[in-house]
């Protein structure tokens, strides 16, 4: 066994320039692990409660306090703990917090340090995360989910859909897809510019438009995708994140760029008329986290065709996933480590998914860093995708990057890349 030495805790800057924690364990063998918390805009009210302290400096963003429950609390009840064992340390964390939601201690004070033990215990080990957590079992580099234009809470409701993203089913590899995408990428740029229509790029690095309603931005995707030279829906598809609980307004769903409200069945039938029209194979947040009744009815019209992901719907929860799959709501599940709160729950989720056989994707928040967990995560875990938002600026990049490392270093021995099974649609 090797213990754990020191746990320790500071104040870091995120993608948006807001306050993070970052935390660092040290093992009695020397070995060190680090992980910084990231933050959602977007966020199901079901997640893991950020501590911020409130009050006037950084507008009330910062993070002091929850810096202080590691260094004191935090790292009191895990000294001398056994690394190797994360789901006796994450127990751990859970009881001295004692909440339902982590808000005594705060779930962003909690995920980094679950995080940093879990580095730490692959630092002890001498070998990467991804290779700790596949534990001799052959692994395959995550599909790529990458966004064009970015939308919602990361850009003032330009447009009203958060995410327009694709992935590429025909890609033969990690290192392809990316390639792909950052054809996509500049096309979709330079249609933008032409247009009078590009205002910078969104907090995921996606292109901030203005287009003048929600289905523009497919139809100009959709030819961004032929510009670059792919065949849309074969080589070049689209998924969206809908973002619903965002639009959900008593009871209704409110387009605010086209100055109109849906009924959650007049929702459905738009998103279903655009699964007819574009080569849509995934579409994450339909509707609003509550809106269960509305789930299951458009997994039922639309399941077999296309992914139907819960984001806010399931907030990494296992209890939920089990509950949707009972009544056959969504289809796939997004993983975010921070909404649940460590990493013994994130998996736990993964399972769940499994279980249901449901699909999964591991998942960044608009609010990053450098930090490159979750490519590891996905990889290590055996989850077939992975979303980090666009293809621009280095907290997105950092990860995309670390994915070709790793595809470099598994050479022949990576399990084939899954995007064309995955995503080739017959219609
Ligand atoms: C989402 C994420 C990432 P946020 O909704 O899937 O795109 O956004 O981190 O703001 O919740
Ligand atoms: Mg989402």
């Not at 507008?59 to 306090?65: A, E, I, N």
């Not at 032409?194 to 139809?219: I, R």
Request: a neutral charge.
């Amino acid at each position: 066994m090797t213990a754990i030495k020191t746990v320790h805790a500071r104040r870091v800057w995120d993608s948006r320039g807001k306050p993070t924690v970052e935390a660092e364990v040290v093992l009695e063998s020397g070995a060190l692990g680090r992980a910084i918390t990231p933050a959602g805009a977007s966020t199901g009210s079901g997640e893991a409660r950020e501590l911020r302290d409130g009050g006037k400096p950084l507008r009330g963003l910062d993070v002091s306090q929850a810096v202080r429950n590691v260094i004191g609390p935090i790292a009191a009840a895990l000294r001398g703990m056994d690394i190797a064992d994360q789901a006796s340390l994450d127990r751990a964390m859970i009881e001295l917090d004692g909440t339902a939601d982590k808000g005594k201690l705060g779930g962003n004070a909690i995920v980094a340090v679950s995080l940093a033990c879990l580095h730490a215990a692959a630092a002890d080990a001498g070998v990467p995360l991804w290779k700790h957590l596949a534990a001799g079992r052959r692994v395959a580099l995550p599909v790529p989910e990458i966004q064009i234009y970015g939308g919602g809470a990361h850009a003032r409701a330009r447009v009203d859909l958060q995410d327009f993203m694709v992935v590429c089913p025909g890609a033969g590899s990690f290192a392809e897809a990316l390639e792909m995408t950052a054809e996509v990428y500049y096309a979709a740029g330079a249609r933008l510019a032409k247009k009078g229509a590009l205002q910078g790029v969104a907090d995921e690095g996606g292109y901030w438009p203005t287009f003048k309603s929600n289905e523009e931005a497919l139809s100009e995707l959709v030819r961004s995708i032929e510009d670059a030279g792919f065949r849309p829906g074969k080589d070049v598809a689209i998924a969206l994140d809908v973002a619903a609980t965002q639009l959900y307004q008593g009871g209704r769903y409110s387009l605010a760029l086209e100055n109109r409200s849906l009924s959650a069945e007049q929702l459905a039938l738009m998103l279903e008329r655009w699964v007819d029209a574009y080569p849509i194979v995934s579409i994450e947040d339909p509707f609003a986290e509550t809106d269960t009744e509305a789930m299951r009815a458009f997994t039922k019209r639309v399941g077999h065709r296309i992914q139907v992901v819960g984001d806010d719907y399931f907030v990494t929860d296992a209890k939920r996933i089990a509950a949707a799959a009972a009544v056959g709501a969504c289809n796939t599940v997004l993983i975010k480590p921070n909404q649940i709160g460590t990493v013994t729950e994130a998996y736990a989720a993964v399972e769940a998914a499994r279980k249901a056989g449901y699909g999964a994707i591991v998942s960044a928040r608009s609010g990053e860093t450098e930090d490159v967990s979750i490519v590891h995560l996905a990889i290590g875990w055996g989850v077939p995708q992975l979303k980090v938002g666009s293809f621009s600026r280095s907290e997105r990049m950092v990860k995309w990057n670390e994915g070709v490392r790793i595809e470099e270093e598994l050479g022949s021995s990576a399990q084939v890349f899954a995007a064309g099974r995955l995503f080739r649609r017959g219609a």
